[in-house]
């Protein structure tokens, strides 16, 4: 359930981009020193892409692992990191690396599938539980069901 949570993975926090890109900044501490502080706060600002959280429209066939190409407008702006059927949602989730200015919640994007292109749009919010009203224990029992 870590893409329904939209709890980023491996595919989308690894050491080929920045803490900025990867939208984790809220975990870092500015206040404390550390070795590349001044290149990670000076990326903060103006990243060249972003790590955002998508759903793709399911053909009920393939939903894809990742490295897959983002499309707005017929023009590439990103790629996928990591990419799942949410058994609890019945959507396609995924986080992609993507331009900035295409990042914007309900964006509609394309993502190129097994050749073909497939409508996909910027979420905003989680696919599942949105508000987190759900305890761990009832999520568990959830996916477990």
């Not at 949570?5 to 981009?17: D, H, Q, R, S, Y």
């Not at 404390?32 to 759903?55: F, H, I, N, R, S």
């Not at 702006?77 to 609890?88: I, L, M, P, Q, R």
Request: charged share 25%.
């Amino acid at each position: 359930m870590r893409m329904e949570k939209a709890f980023k993975g491996a595919g989308a926090l690894t050491n080929e981009v920045t803490l900025p890109e990867a939208d984790v900044m809220r975990f870092v501490r500015t206040a404390k020193d550390y070795q590349g502080k001044e290149q990670t706060l000076a990326g903060a600002d103006d990243p060249p892409w972003v790590c955002a959280y998508l759903e793709i429209e399911p053909d009920g066939i393939e939903d894809r692992h990742g490295g897959e190409a983002v499309l707005l407008d017929g023009a590439v702006v990103g790629s996928t990191a990591s990419v799942v059927y949410g058994h609890t949602v019945g959507k396609i989730l995924a986080f992609a690396h993507i331009k900035p200015h295409a990042t914007t919640p309900g964006t509609v994007l394309e993502v190129i599938v097994a050749g073909r292109p497939r409508a996909a749009s910027v979420l905003d919010e989680p696919a599942y539980d949105p508000q987190s009203v759900l305890s761990r224990m009832e999520l568990n029992m959830e996916a477990t069901q």
